[in-house]
């Protein structure tokens, strides 16, 4: 009695022999079609093969196995730092609610008591003046200061002789 194993595989043989033959010649009929357009995208190959390589390369390298113990320092220190400024931010704002200390007070500028005016210090001056005569009734002559202009034109212009 014949093995199974064996006609099983005879009888796939049988069966995939012309398939096989049938692949070997469309594969000889195609594959001039198929050189020329390997020919013509072989730049296209090319690039994309290098895009590849380069996002690749950290992990061919093992890069990222050598930056974690700079990641997980780095990572720490920030907490760290973190953690500080809060807690020193937490203790400035209870001692300034504790002494009633408040800071934008602190920094606005004092408002500058206000002075006599020009015309109050002008006025107060005239009655002084007035109480000894009394000439209420009389106009008072007012002068005004003409702002003169300063440019190189109100200048004299100096001139000196040459000894040549």
């Known amino acids: 009695m014949a093995d199974y194993p064996t006609v099983l595989s005879t009888i796939l043989y049988i069966l995939w022999w012309p398939t096989n033959k049938f692949i070997h010649v469309i594969k000889f009929i195609l594959s001039p079609i198929w050189a020329l357009v390997r020919f013509i995208f072989l730049p296209v190959t090319y690039l994309l093969e290098t895009i590849f390589n380069v996002i690749l390369f950290p992990f061919r390298i093992n890069v ?11 990572g720490i220190a920030a907490l760290v730092g973190c953690i500080t400024g809060a807690i020193l931010y937490l203790i400035y704002r209870g001692l300034t609610s504790a002494f009633s200390i408040d800071a934008t007070t602190s920094t606005e500028p004092q408002k500058a008591t206000k002075g006599k005016t020009i015309e109050e210090y002008r006025a107060a001056r005239r009655e002084r003046r007035g109480k000894g ?10 002068r005004h200061r003409v702002a003169r202009r300063r440019n190189l034109s109100s200048f004299a212009i100096m001139e000196e002789e040459s000894e040549f």
């Open 64 to 74: 990222l196995e050598r930056i974690e113990t700079i990641y997980i320092w780095l």
């Open 133 to 142: 005569t009394d000439d209420s009734s009389s106009p008072t002559a007012t």
